[in-house]
């Protein structure tokens, strides 16, 4: 299984903007599907967009569409979130999880995915 690891979290105020990666390695990411998950104190972890083996396949939480953009760099093993106008609600450990997969597609649920990183706090203070 590819091991994963997280950057870019940290404290940001409302309204403001982070990009984080997912940086892999033991695997070529273009064999994996991948997801960014997040999960807040005492609440489930909850998907928050998807993404293709080619990235052309994307899918998004409702929360969040219009404010972030997932995407991948096959070539760099790197996955991102790009998210903009954050909000305090969006307060969470965040977790890149990849699956390993033959056909193309996005999946949704946290037991779909085989492999996770440590995750990364990102804190939007109002």
């Known amino acids: 299984q590819v091991q994963l690891v997280e950057s870019g979290g940290g404290l940001v105020q409302a309204g403001g903007s982070l990009r984080l990666s997912c940086a892999a390695s033991?695997?070529?990411?273009?064999?994996?599907?991948m997801g960014w998950f997040r999960q807040a104190p005492g609440k489930e972890r909850d998907i928050v967009a998807s993404?293709?083996?080619?990235?052309?396949?994307?899918y998004y939480t409702d929360s969040v569409k219009g404010r972030i953009t997932i995407s991948r760099d096959n070539a760099k093993n790197t996955m991102y979130l790009q998210m903009n106008n954050l909000k305090p609600e969006d307060t969470a450990v965040y977790y890149c999880?990849?699956?390993?997969?033959?056909?193309?597609?996005?999946?949704?649920?946290?037991?779909?995915?085989?492999?996770w990183g440590p995750g990364t706090q990102v804190t939007v203070s109002s």
């Open positions: 999880a990849a699956r390993r997969s033959l056909v193309g597609g996005v999946w949704y649920s946290a037991e779909d995915f085989g492999s």
């Open positions: 993404i293709s083996r080619s990235g052309t396949g994307l």
């Open positions: 033991g695997g070529t990411l273009s064999s994996y599907a």
